[in-house]
């Protein structure tokens, strides 16, 4: 499995990001997507997960603001940030977990800053 994820840049405060992860190889139905972010010095933390069959789960932090959706048939995750903090700024990685395998993808640098 592979994971390439895009979208990330610079933002002013206040703005709106979409992150967007494709996974290939292969994918069994019942598995998770999510995001995490590691910001400089600090362990790498979960943002939002979506199970297959919808179910989401988010960060206190960002709950209100940010939105995770997928397209189960083009196995893809998208991560909508709205109202974007500085301190959402961190490289941020897709993960797909199946059949109690974690796979990650490359990060992408999220920076909000005016």
């Known amino acids: 499995v592979q994971l390439q994820a895009s979208g990330g840049g610079l933002v002013q405060p206040g703005g709106s990001l979409r992150l967007s992860c494709a996974a290939s190889g292969i994918i069994f139905s019942n598995n998770v997507m999510g995001w995490y972010r590691q910001a400089p010095g600090e362990q790498r933390e979960l943002v939002a997960t979506?199970?297959?069959?919808?179910?989401?789960n988010y960060a206190d932090s960002v709950k209100g603001r940010f939105s995770i959706s997928r397209d189960k048939r083009k196995n893809t995750v998208t991560l909508q940030m709205n109202s974007l903090k500085p301190e959402d700024t961190a490289v941020y990685y897709c993960k797909m977990s199946q059949r109690a395998t974690d796979y990650w993808g490359q990060g992408t640098q999220v920076t909000v800053s005016s």
């Open positions: 979506i199970v297959h069959n919808g179910y989401t």
